[in-house]
């Protein structure tokens, strides 16, 4: 069965700080992954996603993602932080041929300090 | 283009009791999903439709939750009856299809409080 581990619960970073968030997936082939950001009272947004091709992925907002296959890793950045981006963060996989069925991990909380 | 349509926002009932929630999918997406998302965890999907079928339900708790599709637009989840554990956000999330690329967009969501 397919899995997702996101290590970090909560994550406070500086204004203008550089972010990372960690996820790591469990699948017995290729992933389709994915990035999704939840602010308080809202639904998941997507930021980006990975099926194919090129490892480094751009998505919305300056985020992009790096599949790892070697380190079975999908961690997300931005090089600047803003206060904005504070929200919840969460990474998904999805089985090939599993119809869009995605799992998810647990989420990472990040907080901004100005 | 109007997103994904959910209602009520919020609901409070006691245990025991039951409860109805609606989706409106985004207008042609054939597919639909209801997701719970219990506080500190990440959603679980309870059941996905493709048009007016489930294509996957084996996650729902069929003891006590029902959900229909029944004219392959619209869809209601049901609690009957409701147990403290159900406290969660259900999402209600739709695609254009089954494909594997097809990305998934979700509402707002329902917080239900069982009491």
């Known amino acids: 069965a397919q899995s997702v581990t996101q290590p970090d619960i909560h994550i406070t970073v500086s204004e203008g700080a550089s972010l990372e968030l960690r996820c790591n997936y469990s699948y017995g082939a290729t992933p389709y992954l994915f990035w999704y950001v939840q602010s308080p009272g809202q639904g998941l947004q997507l930021l980006l996603k990975y099926f194919s091709g090129d490892t480094l992925v751009q998505g919305i907002k300056g985020f992009e993602a790096e599949f790892k296959r070697s380190q079975s890793s999908f961690n997300l950045r931005k090089p600047s932080v803003h206060w904005s981006d504070a929200a919840e963060y969460f990474c998904a996989v999805a089985g090939t041929g599993g119809g869009n069925k995605l799992t998810f991990g647990t989420g990472t909380q990040l907080k901004v300090e100005l | 283009e109007a997103g994904v349509a959910q209602s009520p926002r919020y609901k409070i009932i006691e245990k025991r009791q039951s409860v109805a929630f609606w989706c409106n999918p985004i207008s042609g997406h054939a597919t639909l999903y209801w997701y719970q998302q219990i506080l500190g965890q990440g959603p679980k999907l309870l059941i996905q439709?493709?048009?007016?079928?489930?294509?996957?339900d084996s996650q729902l708790p069929k003891d006590r939750f029902s959900a229909e599709r029944l004219k392959g637009v619209d869809s209601t989840l049901k609690i009957q009856p409701a147990k403290l554990e159900d406290s969660a956000v259900y999402l209600c999330?739709?695609?254009?299809?089954?494909?594997?690329?097809?990305?998934?967009?979700f509402g707002q969501g329902t917080r239900l409080t069982v009491v």
């Open positions: 439709f493709q048009n007016n079928g489930v294509v996957d």
């Open positions: 999330a739709s695609s254009l299809g089954v494909g594997d690329s097809t990305e998934a967009f």
